[in-house]
């Protein structure tokens, strides 16, 4: 079963960037799309980002489109999340997942990871 590790979060001010990973391990995340999801403190699990197994499409929210964006290195078996003009509603803390159906269909994602904190100050 593939486990997946994110990292990159951090405590950056508004305006700033980060760039996320998750990486893949102990099975195969091809052929299947992988996304980005966050959870603010007392909020749920939303959308950010989706990207399909070769990287052609990619989704985004439309609070972040614009100005995040998905891609993966298959070679890798790591997925990246870059994120630049962070706003303070951008804090909570970011997950990536594995998609079991089409990358748009936001409910058939499986396999999630631990997570990483971003924080974005004012």
């Known amino acids: 079963q593939v486990q997946l590790v994110e990292s990159g979060g951090g405590l950056v001010q508004a305006g700033g960037s980060l760039r996320l990973s998750c990486a893949a391990s102990?099975?195969?995340?091809?052929?299947?799309?992988m996304g980005w999801f966050r959870q603010a403190p007392g909020k749920e699990r939303e959308f950010v980002a989706a990207i399909n197994w070769d990287g052609g499409s990619t989704y985004y929210d439309d609070s972040v489109k614009g100005r995040f964006t998905i891609s993966r290195d298959n070679a890798k078996s790591t997925v990246y999340l870059e994120m630049n003009s962070l706003k303070p509603e951008d804090t909570g803390v970011y997950y990536c997942a594995v998609g079991l159906g089409r990358a748009t269909q936001r409910d058939r994602y499986a396999h999630w990871g631990q997570g990483t904190q971003v924080t974005v100050s004012s």
């Open positions: 102990g099975g195969t995340y091809l052929p299947y799309p």
